[in-house]
């Protein structure tokens, strides 16, 4: 393993972005994003993706140079054209005006359109809770899951994400895939040549499988069986169709086999418990800390605790990563497209 | 059985709660929602649910004629204190003000405070996609569900619901709760002297139980894992603290052992596609259509079709309830507090 400080990583992350061609603007607002997700020990959307970030560029399926359009669509709508670039800096251009815009009017609902999309959704939503406002996030990506009683893929792993701030302390945020596992865990299994447990997937014939390539040829299951096959329709409607952009199956479309990261779109809805209670909301905001000590007090966890104990480590330790992703990297610092 | 037409059912239900004095407007909106569910097929919300309202009001746990008071609390807010009373009527004095503020702003909410609740929620839900508009709605009941990995309860069974507009059909809804079953199959499984299947609950300590007596004195387990019981923690936050209102822990301490239906708050958001869309809308709109087409070619059900094909048979042929229960209602038509 090589050990990094987390200045070493930004470093190396934002070095590699610039040497192949991403504007300055989007290689530093990427490597926030590479590198809140190493610190927190979320491996898959760590230095990681660097690779995957490559492969897209190569494949002609991200704009390196893309700059953001703002349209301030409703009185609680902004939406943000990302112009095939990645999402991050398009969230960054859409935060502070969704932010205004629900504190003025107490719920607002950023739109991201036309971005290539590769960050964990608590990296965004926990920007918003640092405002104090409380924040959710959907975003379709392609299709690889099928609807619960089918066995085509309809729908991508669609992750719905969730943000509570806390005053002094790290906020309640959750963000899971409505599939029953990531599409990587599978990935994972093939590699090492392991069975997947039963009831992730089906193989193209629509049979329940334990196969990993099986699998990923058929189609994934939805977490939760019709409840959470609901909850995949939900979110590729509200933040596909809702807001003029791609499908799951569209997405696909669009990828053409390159196997790139997702072209869509994304919805974020922020709310402000100041506006909602007015002057009564630190008593009621008391009273989510009562919810919070029920759970934990009977020794169950709350959402994202590995996550902050990790960036607590990393922050004072840096962080580790292999000696065969240190080296792939090395070689994307030397080599260009 | 007995066969009703709909509208002997809704006459039935309105004469039985003008006879235990509920106000003119509350008999009328409680009636809606009760003619709703039964209608649909959904019968542990249809007039089987007038016993439970009769006992809650000798409990002395609703007020039959309380006034709904509406504050204007943001330009995307409406709150709503039902003081009280049914959440039926307050929910009807906040829709119109809730559809405009989403023509307007594009997105907006509407939180019910105060209220007592037995309505399922896709009754509401479908009001607003009435409106063309797409909604969501959040309600905590009274705790009885652990959270993943404990065993005591701290969650109601705390549903979540959706719908979406569709042009000539009816609306893409669903409606579930976050609960791994609903409450009253674990209650109509000991009438039963039924065991009930592994995986529903545990006992009063923790151990996993299929005795649906030890389960409704332990704890109910949320759907889908800990997926699930994140969901049930957004519901209690959203639709608690957020608007001002009892979590799932206190409302069962209101309800002080009477049994009676919850009383607590509810939160609903609406969107506006159009306002999301502008003149693209139709164009979009009809790219949800494919999703659904997606679906349901491959043999998957959209959600709610049951309830839709109930809801064409009674509307033809009326609806049938059991003698016993004929003969409870009848019991009620005469007996007052």
Same mark, same amino acid.
């Given at each position: 393993?090589?050990?990094?400080?987390? /200045?070493?990583?930004?470093?190396?992350?934002?070095?590699?972005?610039?040497?192949?061609g991403?504007?300055?603007?989007?290689?530093?607002?990427?490597?926030?994003?590479?590198?809140?997700?190493?610190r927190?020990?979320?491996? =898959?959307?760590g230095?990681?993706?660097?690779?995957?970030?490559i492969?897209?560029?190569?494949?002609? /399926?991200?704009?390196?140079?893309?700059k953001?359009g703002?349209?301030?669509?409703?009185?609680?709508?902004?939406?943000?054209?990302?112009?095939?670039?990645?999402?991050?800096l398009?969230?960054?251009?859409?935060?502070?005006?969704?932010?205004?815009?629900t504190?003025?009017?107490?719920?607002?609902?950023?739109?991201?359109?036309?971005?290539v999309?590769? =960050?964990?959704?608590?990296?965004?939503?926990?920007?918003?809770?640092?405002?104090?406002l409380?924040?959710l996030?959907?975003t379709?990506?392609q299709?690889?899951?099928?609807?619960?009683?089918?066995?085509?893929?309809?729908?991508?792993?669609?992750p719905?994400?969730?943000?509570?701030?806390?005053?002094? /302390?790290?906020?309640?945020v959750?963000?899971f895939?409505?599939?029953v596992?990531?599409?990587g865990?599978?990935?994972?299994?093939?590699?090492?040549g392991?069975e997947?447990?039963?009831g992730?997937?089906?193989?193209?014939?629509?049979?329940?499988?334990?196969?990993?390539?099986?699998v990923l040829?058929?189609?994934?299951?939805t977490?939760g069986g019709?409840?959470?096959s609901?909850?995949?329709?939900?979110?590729?409607?509200?933040?596909?169709?809702?807001?003029?952009?791609?499908t799951?199956?569209e997405?696909l479309?669009?990828?053409?086999?390159t196997?790139?990261?997702?072209?869509?779109?994304?919805?974020?809805?922020?709310?402000?418990?100041r506006?909602?209670l007015g002057?009564?909301a630190?008593?009621?905001?008391?009273?989510?800390?009562t919810?919070f000590?029920?759970?934990?007090a009977?020794?169950?966890?709350l959402?994202?605790q590995r996550?902050?104990?990790?960036r /607590?480590?990393?922050?004072?330790?840096?962080?580790?990563i292999?000696?065969?992703l240190y080296?792939d990297?090395?070689k994307?610092?030397?080599?260009v497209?």
């Open positions: 393993m090589t050990r990094l400080s987390v /200045k070493e990583l930004e470093d190396l992350s934002r070095d590699i972005l610039l040497r192949h991403f504007s300055v603007d989007h290689a530093q607002a990427v490597t926030d994003t590479i590198v809140a997700g190493q927190d020990e979320c491996h =898959s959307h230095l990681y993706r660097l690779l995957g970030i492969e897209t560029l190569k494949a002609g /399926k991200v704009i390196p140079d893309a953001p703002i349209v301030d669509q409703a009185p609680s709508i902004v939406k943000v054209d990302a112009r095939g670039g990645f999402s991050q398009a969230f960054d251009a859409g935060l502070p005006i969704l932010v205004q815009k504190r003025d009017n107490g719920i607002a609902a950023l739109a991201i359109n036309h971005c999309h590769f =960050s964990a959704l608590w990296v965004e939503i926990e920007q918003i809770t640092d405002a104090g409380v924040a996030a959907f379709p990506s299709a690889g899951v099928a609807p619960e009683g089918g066995h085509k893929p309809v729908f991508g792993t669609n719905i994400a969730f943000g509570w701030p806390r005053a002094g /302390k790290d906020p309640f959750f963000d895939a409505t599939s596992i990531a599409r865990d599978i990935e994972l299994h093939r590699r090492a392991k997947i447990p039963p992730w997937g089906v193989d193209i014939n629509g049979q329940p499988s334990t196969d990993p390539g099986a040829e058929g189609a994934m299951r977490f019709h409840k959470g609901a909850l995949a329709a939900m979110v590729e409607l509200v933040a596909g169709p809702l807001i003029g952009d791609l799951s199956v997405s479309a669009w990828d053409d086999g196997k790139s990261l997702p072209h869509h779109g994304e919805l974020v809805i922020a709310l402000d418990p506006r909602f002057p009564a630190d008593q009621h905001l008391a009273r989510a800390e919810l000590d029920n759970i934990q009977q020794g169950a966890r959402p994202s996550r902050y104990a990790a /607590k480590r990393s922050l004072e330790n840096g962080v580790e292999s000696e065969a080296s990297l090395q994307l610092l030397v080599q497209v």
